[in-house]
Each structure stands twice: as structure tokens, then as C-alpha cells.
């Protein structure tokens, strides 16, 4: 899965909620955190082409388990984020 923010995001964190019917990836992730599927995340800086390190996934703790968090994002660029379940 990819996406883009845009110039001008303004925070660092981007959340995405993954559908409960899918039957890979993270859909299956709506009961039972040690059951997570966290996917491995790429994040690029489309302005410059640059990698960004510090890009990481959090993962739930709590109930909405199929809600996935990419944080580490630049605000203030148009980031590049590819996640691989």
C-alpha cells in the first residue's frame, strides 16, 4: 500500500484504518493485539528524494486494532509512505 500526504500535512503522524474484511494485511488485526500483522514502512521525502529513518509504526495497545500509525512523518513536506504486510 502507498501514499502521499502533500506539502503541508502539518502533524507527524498519519493514520490509516484498514478494513475488517480483508483477508490479509492488517483486516484481521480487530480482536486480539498479540495477533497484530504490523507492516514494514517505508517513508521518503518526495520534495528532496531523501529517506526518512526515524519513520516507524505504532502499533495498538488498545482496541481499534486495525488502525495503523506512521509516525516519524515531516510535517511540513510531501511524504512518501509504503507499507508491506
Do not use: E
Not at 480482536?31 to 528524494?49: E, F, H, M, W, Y
Not at 526515524?54 to 511524504?79: H, I, P, W
Amino acid at each position: 500500500m502507498t501514499y502521499t500526504t502533500g506539502t503541508g500535512l502539518g502533524a507527524s503522524v498519519c493514520t490509516f484504518t484498514m478494513p475488517s474484511d480483508i483477508k490479509n494485511g492488517a483486516g484481521a488485526n480487530s480482536g486480539n493485539k498479540r495477533l497484530q500483522n504490523a507492516p514494514n514502512v517505508t517513508i521518503a521525502n518526495l520534495s528532496t528524494g531523501a529517506s526518512n529513518n526515524g519513520g516507524k509504526v505504532q502499533l495498538q495497545t488498545t482496541s481499534n486494532f486495525n488502525l495503523v500509525k506512521v509516525d516519524g512523518l515531516n510535517g511540513a513536506a510531501d511524504n512518501y509512505i509504503k507499507m508491506n504486510f
